[in-house]
């Protein structure tokens, strides 16, 4: 949601935004519903403070009954029709987007953002390269075909080896993030629809949502939802601010159109595990932690020995919520291209006005937080890991600061065993 005082002194910049972005709200009709809620909020409260005021008459002046009761009846009319003009504008605010960084790019598609920086170097090898799916068949560490019988296609199993180097890069990174200030968490994986529309899932991304029937529920997406939603209607100290919060959890999303060579494997899947970045700050402070967040992706991947880019997403490719957003995208040997693995955004105050989460000043005054919403790790790196470690006879090499959690430095394939 973006602030209100923005839609009134400076409504032309909010539609170009909206435009930019592609939003279909109808500005004219926007603007008509706004300025009949302003002044019918004026006429109701007018309506009530002179019955308040009555009232206190009719003890000794029956005429001022008799106004009070026709007065009681007009406002009855009134507060209906504004609550019904109040439900239409809120309608269309929900809609509304973000407002955009100035530096966020022009472009409908990933392939528009704009490439910052490259690191590492990109594996070559002398035999021919295997994908994650070939690879975890070999290994016996991956298995899609029982996912999908036991569940659907886009589910799969981590096994043996696979499962202990999948829980080990999860536990290795939540370790990482605490040492750098972030609280751990272990937080449900359902969520209320207020939740969801406050986090900015709904309605924007509502096909991507699995919501249980009969239900004020559905499973999240990512723990940014419980995360935030954790501090809803809150007013957090400025002394205390920021907060740094990290958990681990499933995720589950319908992944709706999804399909062809992308899609092979376990890349694009309604169940996936990840390890989140969320960050609550003052308004003066959310392009700093933005780039930290960035910070703490980036040496994950480093220490790893992961190449990767980091791109500047462009606004076509750029949700709803976000102000804006670093994607970094990893090389995958066996797709023999980059892609994304994390995703951060800084989403100024779209959710804390959703949800109502606000700080209290050293001078006594109240404003909304910001919030940083940043990936640190998902199966996706697994995959990477499997694909740019690989050898001639299908083994995999762990990654160096795994091999103490995990307790081997090579998975070797079934066969040679």
């Known amino acids: 949601m973006i602030d209100p005082k923005m839609l009134l002194e400076h409504f032309d910049e909010v ?7 592609k939003c279909a709200v109808d500005f004219d009709t926007l603007a008509q519903v706004y300025k009949l809620v302003r002044q019918m909020t004026v006429e109701v409260e007018e309506l009530r403070a002179k019955r308040n005021k009555l009232s206190k008459e009719c003890k000794d002046n029956p005429a001022a009954r008799d106004e009070v009761r026709l007065l009681k009846d007009v406002l009855g009319r009134k507060e209906a029709e504004l609550a019904k003009q109040q439900e239409k504008l809120q309608h269309m605010l929900d809609f509304l987007p973000n407002m955009l960084a100035d530096d966020v790019p022009d472009g409908d598609l990933d392939l528009d953002n704009v490439e910052i920086r490259k690191v590492g170097t990109i594996p070559t090898f002398d035999f021919p390269v295997r994908d994650h799916q070939e690879l975890g068949e070999m290994l016996g560490i991956l298995d899609i075909a029982r996912g999908a ?9 981590w096994k043996g080896k696979g499962a202990v180097l999948a829980q080990s890069l999860f536990f290795w990174v939540q370790r990482e993030l605490v040492k750098r200030g972030f609280t751990l968490f272990m937080t449900p994986c359902l969520a209320k629809e207020r939740t969801l529309y406050g986090t900015g899932y709904l309605p924007f991304f509502a096909d991507q949502t699995y919501s249980l029937e009969g239900e004020d529920l559905a499973l999240i997406g990512t723990s940014e939802q419980t995360l935030v939603g954790y501090h809803a209607d809150d007013c957090l100290d400025e002394a205390e601010l920021p907060l740094r919060y990290t958990a681990f959890t499933p995720c589950f999303r319908t992944e709706s159109g999804s399909y062809g060579k992308a899609s092979r494997g376990i890349f694009r899947v309604h169940q996936f595990h990840k390890v989140e970045q969320i960050i609550f700050c003052t308004p003066e402070d959310s392009v700093k932690f933005h780039e930290e967040c960035l910070a703490n992706e980036e040496y994950i991947l480093q220490s790893l020995g992961i190449p990767y880019h980091v791109v ?11 102000y804006k957003k670093y994607d970094i ?14 995703s951060n955004t800084n989403l100024t105050s779209f959710q804390s006005r959703r949800l109502n989460i606000r700080y209290k000043k050293a001078n006594g005054e109240r404003d909304f937080v910001h919030t940083i919403s940043a990936t640190a790790v998902t199966d996706r790196v697994m995959i990477a890991i499997l694909e740019n470690f ?12 795994l091999r103490p959690l995990c307790g081997f430095d090579v998975i070797e394939p079934v066969a040679s065993k």
Do not use: I
Not at 15 to 21: D, E, S, V
Not at 312 to 322: K, M
Not at 392 to 397: C, I, L, M, Q, R
């Open 15 to 21: 539609r170009a935004n909206a435009q930019r972005r």
């Open 149 to 157: 019988k036991v569940a659907q296609s886009g589910y799969y199993y």
């Open 312 to 322: 500047n997403v462009c606004v076509g490719d750029l949700g709803a919520p976000g």
């Open 329 to 342: 995208e990893a090389w995958f040997a066996g797709f023999g291209a980059y892609r994304e693995v994390t």
């Open 390 to 401: 690989q050898r001639a006879d299908g083994s995999v090499v762990v990654p160096e600061v």
